[in-house]
Every structure is written in structure tokens, then in C-alpha cells.
């Protein structure tokens, strides 16, 4: 949550909004936003199924770098995936703060480390991210800043390929 | 009374992994004699190695490994056997039968003993 009044930020956020057509400013949907190596990035709310506090992972042999292995969440057998490596960042950072957030994609469910959770706001479309980046588009937030937000299925599908 | 698989729960690589006790033959308190880590049950699964290896289990299909230590048998309630997930599984070796799920979040693999690439039991025949 923003704690501090910042007025620059505040009249770049209005100009953005004054510029968004009509029917862009409709398009408006939930995001949950979350640190990964130090940028935020975040996921349509719709496609989080949990966020859970990081269980014990037990590695699993034969895996490639971005899936580091399994963990028992209630007695589930679950993937757990590392965003940053996948995005390219470098490994996880396995701090207090990193958490699980829960997607359902490809009839499972499965785990994606992050930092630490970032927010729950409500954004619009800023521009789309076209070609099989796993990043779907950029979303505008309430603040004015940009968040990237990610492509759930494309997330799921770079994992399969152990990209 | 609900059906269970008894493991024999071993570490090797520091990590613990569940053997069905009807696939081991034998458990020496000795380490296997050649190749060294090559022998150790977590190269045979590709899994890093650490920790020297204590004792050797042989199992029923004839192969045998290195564990770094025999934790003890487990009666695993098949409810508490689960199939890894889709994901995982596409690149695990075969030898991986599944997970064991405890109380709280713990986990450990249960193996298949049949499909693992372990070595010959009879170690003239290596060169």
C-alpha cells in the first residue's frame, strides 16, 4: 500500500488516465502483484487460486533450473516453479517474505516462488505483449505505474518445456 | 484396517527417498566396494551427491547402491501416496514411483527399485 503522498507520480497517473479511451478505462480487473528479483510483476486475480507461505521443498532429481522440486501444501502434492529464473533474473530468493502464489493452468495446480507479495489493485490494460513472451501485457495501475502482468497459460507452458 | 506400503527409508545426497521394502533383498552395513559416489543411490537417480555412503542396499532385481543412512521402516498408508505432479513428471526418471506425504508439509520420494539404473550385482563383470 502506498504510505506516501507523491504528487509528480499522483499528475502522471491523471494524464495517463485522461489519455485512456473509454472503453480501455472499462476493461478494468484485479491484480495481485508480486516482487520477483526485484521487479514487480503480477497476475489477473482471477487466475490466483491461493498465495500460501513457502512449505519445505523437496527437490525432485531430473528437473531443469526453473522447477525446483515439490511440496506437501495440505497434504496436496503440488510443483513448485522459480519465476525469476524463468524470467530470467537469476535463482530465487528464499527470504521470510517469498511465497507461493497458487495457479490452476493445464488441469493442475501448481506453485510460483516470489519474494514477496505486493498488492491487491484494481488495473487496466496498458499495452499487450504479443509473441509467446510469458509476459501478456502491461497493466496500468491505480498510482500510475506499469506492472507486467504475466501470462498464466504461457507461465505453465515455458515450465512444460523446462524453459 | 487401511492398506499400507512399507519403505524403507534411506538418505543419500542428503535428501530422504522411501524403498519398498518388496523390491530391497538386503541391506549391508557396508559400503558398496566400486565406483565410488557412481554408486551411491542419488547418482544413480542423477541427484547431486554428498556424504559418503554407509551402507548398501540390494535389491530384489539384482542391482545395488551406496546410502549415506538407513533412517529406519516406514508403514505408508497408500492414502498418503500420491503421484507427482504432470509438471514434475514429464522429467523425472521412471525410477520416481511417487511421493509420500506426512503430517505438516513433509514429503519424501518413493522409488521404484525395478526401474532404477543401479549397479550390476555382480561387480567382476564391470570394468
Given at each position: 500500500?502506498?504510505?506516501?503522498?507523491?504528487?509528480?507520480?499522483l499528475?502522471?497517473?491523471?494524464?495517463?488516465?485522461?489519455?485512456?479511451?473509454?472503453?480501455?478505462?472499462?476493461?478494468?480487473?484485479?491484480?495481485?502483484?508480486?516482487?520477483?528479483?526485484?521487479?514487480?510483476?503480477?497476475l489477473?486475480?482471477?487466475?490466483?487460486s491461493?498465495v500460501?507461505?513457502?512449505?519445505?521443498?523437496?527437490?525432485?532429481?531430473?528437473?531443469?533450473?526453473?522447477?525446483?522440486?515439490?511440496?506437501?501444501l495440505r497434504?496436496?502434492?503440488?510443483?513448485v516453479?522459480?519465476?525469476?529464473?524463468?524470467?530470467?533474473?537469476?535463482?530465487?530468493?528464499?527470504?521470510?517474505?517469498?511465497?507461493?502464489v497458487?495457479?490452476?493452468?493445464?488441469?493442475?495446480?501448481?506453485?510460483?516462488?516470489?519474494?514477496?507479495?505486493?498488492?491487491?489493485?484494481?488495473?487496466?490494460?496498458?499495452?499487450?505483449?504479443?509473441?509467446?513472451?510469458?509476459?501478456?501485457?502491461?497493466a496500468?495501475?491505480?498510482?500510475?505505474?506499469?506492472?507486467?502482468?504475466?501470462?498464466?497459460?504461457?507461465?505453465?507452458?515455458?515450465?512444460?518445456?523446462?524453459? | 484396517m487401511?492398506?499400507?506400503?512399507?519403505?524403507?527409508?534411506?538418505?543419500?545426497?542428503?535428501?530422504?527417498?522411501?524403498l519398498?521394502?518388496?523390491?530391497?533383498?538386503?541391506?549391508?552395513?557396508?559400503?558398496?566396494?566400486?565406483?565410488?559416489?557412481?554408486?551411491?543411490?542419488?547418482?544413480?537417480?542423477?541427484?547431486?551427491?554428498?556424504?559418503?555412503?554407509?551402507?548398501?542396499?540390494?535389491?530384489?532385481?539384482?542391482?545395488?547402491f551406496?546410502?549415506?543412512?538407513?533412517?529406519?521402516?516406514?508403514d505408508?498408508?497408500?492414502?498418503?501416496?500420491?503421484r507427482?505432479?504432470?509438471l514434475?513428471?514429464?522429467?523425472?526418471?521412471?525410477?520416481?514411483?511417487?511421493?509420500?506425504?506426512?503430517?505438516?508439509?513433509?514429503?519424501?520420494?518413493?522409488?521404484?527399485?525395478s526401474?532404477?539404473?543401479?549397479?550390476?550385482?555382480?561387480?567382476?563383470?564391470?570394468?
Amino acid at each position: 500500500m502506498t504510505t506516501s503522498f507523491d504528487g509528480d507520480a499522483l499528475l502522471s497517473a491523471a494524464e495517463r488516465a485522461a489519455e485512456m479511451p473509454a472503453a480501455a478505462a472499462e476493461e478494468s480487473f484485479d491484480v495481485l502483484t508480486f516482487w520477483v528479483a526485484g521487479e514487480l510483476y503480477g497476475l489477473r486475480l482471477s487466475e490466483v487460486s491461493e498465495v500460501a507461505k513457502l512449505p519445505a521443498i523437496t527437490p525432485v532429481p531430473g528437473l531443469p533450473d526453473v522447477l525446483l522440486g515439490a511440496v506437501n501444501l495440505r497434504g496436496e502434492v503440488l510443483a513448485v516453479a522459480d519465476l525469476a529464473t524463468l524470467l530470467g533474473l537469476g535463482a530465487a530468493r528464499m527470504g521470510p517474505d517469498a511465497r507461493l502464489v497458487m495457479v490452476n493452468a493445464g488441469g493442475e495446480r501448481a506453485g510460483l516462488l516470489v519474494d514477496r507479495i505486493g498488492d491487491l489493485v484494481a488495473a487496466v490494460p496498458a499495452s499487450r505483449s504479443g509473441g509467446a513472451d510469458i509476459v501478456a501485457l502491461q497493466a496500468l495501475l491505480p498510482d500510475g505505474s506499469l506492472v507486467a502482468l504475466l501470462s498464466v497459460d504461457r507461465v505453465v507452458e515455458a515450465l512444460s518445456r523446462g524453459a | 484396517m487401511s492398506e499400507a506400503l512399507t519403505l524403507l527409508v534411506v538418505s543419500s545426497g542428503g535428501r530422504r527417498y522411501g524403498l519398498p521394502v518388496p523390491q530391497v533383498a538386503s541391506v549391508d552395513v557396508a559400503p558398496v566396494e566400486v565406483a565410488g559416489d557412481a554408486a551411491a543411490l542419488a547418482s544413480a537417480l542423477g541427484a547431486p551427491v554428498s556424504g559418503v555412503s554407509t551402507h548398501t542396499v540390494a535389491t530384489s532385481s539384482g542391482g545395488r547402491f551406496g546410502v549415506s543412512e538407513v533412517l529406519g521402516l516406514s508403514d505408508l498408508p497408500l492414502g498418503r501416496l500420491r503421484r507427482l505432479p504432470g509438471l514434475l513428471r514429464r522429467f523425472v526418471p521412471a525410477s520416481v514411483l511417487g511421493a509420500a506425504v506426512g503430517d505438516g508439509d513433509s514429503l519424501f520420494l518413493v522409488l521404484d527399485l525395478s526401474k532404477l539404473d543401479a549397479l550390476d550385482a555382480f561387480p567382476e563383470t564391470r570394468t
